[in-house]
């Protein structure tokens, strides 16, 4: 490719991609933080907000056609749909929905998170999901859901249009049926508020692999349908029981309330739940509000996880500040410091011009500032990564060292007395200090099963939280592995090979203590049990530590020997070349 005027596929689909264009803007004042949640953030989350409000007619349109379902009747089924879909009635209710995705679409943006939360134990786990930010999203989720739900029974009409039923002029009957459906889609948002963050579904997952927006959509649909399916069978599950054996107290609240009275047949008995037309207008309720959730949260995480391709380097002083070393310190904004370690591990291997940019000279003064900047940055994050597991090998090591020396060096039998143990056979006596108060207190407390599983700690908690960013340096890895691949035919000056030791010291270093951590670290047990997408961070960071490896050493060979390295790691980079590791 050296010497070709010609762009690259990638370097094509970067100039054509509307998110690789720097934002125009008057005034360019501001950290590269600010700029991106006003130039490009705001663009992509109206655009994913559109998008899902566009889609709502058609999740309504389906909805009409199961919920007047009728095998038997199918003339007549169909002219009911229609009615009902051309019906003036139908266009505000769709109005009304429509406004109501947009308001859950605004209210979940800023639950989205880069980073996995990882907790320690379930009372973390509990206080994280009482915290404020997130019991405001579950209230707006629990009323929306409720509104939705009460929007349906007026599109079912029929006996469940109304709250109340006038059987003559004395008095009023009421209408349980539209009850039931009421509280079961606020109890449809409560449970997707818990699935929101029990199943780290606000957990924002870059991808390498380059698509267009329209296939990863596509792709995740049939993934939407089949969770959302799931989550709502199993929700109707747990509800009958709840609302048999509680139904009674709203019922009973607004009967006394409004002045109504109970039908003779209520919903909240054995017989009233048998109701299979009720039960299939929970699930379609139920699956309305997951499934246009769902996807509206889909069509978030893609567009929020867009690569962004960010300029190199810029002559202009009005936009020195939007670079892509701007992108990889920025601590501000977390999104934009991932997207921005995400463009540099995409241009270390697909963008041949970018590159060159990368290994050049600055002029007048001939330095290799944007090399020794990028370089610099990534050998930080990974060298940081290193020690924080190295300490926690040593922690995990010297634990499992305590324990095995204490079963090793058993006594034999111990005779208590007052504050004296006396070990049979030998005259040896160890005074031992009186236990405190608070020490006792706390020992009560944790002996009761109730405490004791609030207070006990996840499997492999402290592991995943130690792997929570390790996505970052993923992608720093294979940037410097890639770049230093690439330098050997298209570094004409020079410029990587000054830093070449440090950067095969850092990786191998990181390499020994994460394979030292993954046999340390029992890895069969799962953390937590719901939903932890964030296992597999350790795992592919291992294996590409790996491949990185072996990439550098298939390019250079047995020259990497004759670097001046520290003898562990030439010892270990000798592992490689014989394939031994």
Excluded at 292 to 315: A, D, H, N
């Amino acid at each position: 490719m050296k010497g070709n005027n010609k762009s690259t596929k990638y370097e094509l689909v970067e100039s054509l991609a509307p998110s690789s264009k720097i934002p125009k803007a008057d005034s360019m004042d501001g950290t590269i933080g600010d700029i991106f949640n006003k130039e490009v953030q705001r663009w992509r989350t109206g655009a994913a907000i559109t998008w899902a409000v566009l889609t709502t007619p058609v999740l309504l349109t389906v909805y009409v056609i199961l919920a007047d379902i009728s095998i038997s009747h199918p003339s007549q089924w169909i002219s009911d749909c229609l009615s009902t879909l051309f019906s003036a009635y139908f266009m505000l209710i769709g109005a009304v929905t429509v406004l109501l995705i947009g308001l859950w679409c605004s209210f979940s943006l800023p639950t989205f998170i880069v980073e996995p939360e990882v907790h320690t134990n379930p009372l973390q786990l509990a206080v994280s999901m009482c915290s404020p930010q997130k019991l405001v999203f579950g209230t707006v989720c629990l009323l929306l859901s409720g509104v939705t739900s009460l929007l349906c029974t007026g599109i079912l009409q029929g006996r469940y249009q109304d709250l109340t039923v006038c059987t003559n002029s004395e008095f009023c009957v009421l209408n349980e049926h539209h009850l039931f459906l009421v509280i079961y889609g606020c109890y449809t948002g409560v449970v997707f508020y818990l699935f929101h963050f029990l199943k780290q579904n606000n957990y924002l997952q870059f991808t390498s692999l380059q698509q267009s927006k329209y296939f990863q959509v596509r792709s995740g649909i049939l993934a939407v349908l089949q969770t959302s399916l799931h989550c709502v069978l199993w929700q109707t599950v747990y509800f009958y029981p709840l609302y048999w054996l509680l139904g009674h107290i709203p019922t009973e609240w607004i009967v006394h309330s409004l002045g109504l009275r109970r039908s003779t047949l209520t919903v909240d008995s054995v017989y009233g739940l048998l109701d299979l037309a009720l039960l299939w207008q929970s699930i379609l309720c139920g699956l309305l509000v997951h499934i246009s959730w769902s996807f509206s949260s889909l069509l978030i995480k893609v567009y929020i996880t867009e690569r962004y391709c960010f300029p190199v380097e810029s002559m202009l002083d009005d936009r020195k500040n939007q670079c892509l070393i701007d992108a990889l310190q920025c601590d501000q904004n977390s999104l934009v410091k991932y997207l921005g370690y995400l463009d540099l591990s995409l241009l270390s291997k697909h963008s041949p011009e970018r590159r060159k940019t990368v290994f050049s000279l600055s002029q007048p003064g001939g330095h290799p500032h944007n090399w020794t900047k990028l370089s610099t940055s990534c050998m930080s994050a990974i060298m940081a990564l290193s020690e924080r597991i190295q300490d926690t090998n040593w922690q995990v090591f010297s634990q499992a060292s305590v324990r095995a020396a204490a079963d090793d060096t058993k006594k034999p039998p111990v005779t208590q007395h007052g504050s004296t143990l006396t070990y049979r056979g030998d005259n040896v006596k160890k005074e031992t200090a009186a236990p405190q108060p608070a020490q006792n207190g706390s020992s009560f407390w944790k002996s009761k099963p109730i405490v004791s599983y609030f207070l006990t700690e996840f499997p492999d908690a402290k592991s995943r939280k130690l792997f929570a960013s390790a996505q970052l340096d993923i992608w720093a890895v294979e940037a410097l592995c890639n770049l230093v691949a690439a330098s050997y035919t298209e570094d004409n000056y020079g410029v990587v090979q000054k830093t070449l030791p440090q950067i095969l010291t850092s990786v191998i270093k990181l390499q020994e203590n994460v394979e030292k951590h993954l046999k340390l670290v029992s890895s069969g047990r799962r953390a937590g049990g719901w939903g932890c997408l964030d296992l597999p961070l350790k795992y592919v960071l291992h294996s590409s530590l790996k491949s990185c490896i072996y990439r550098i050493i298939n390019v250079f060979g047995v020259h990497l020997l004759n670097l001046n390295l520290p003898s562990d790691t030439s010892y270990k980079l000798k592992l490689f070349m014989d394939f031994k590791e």
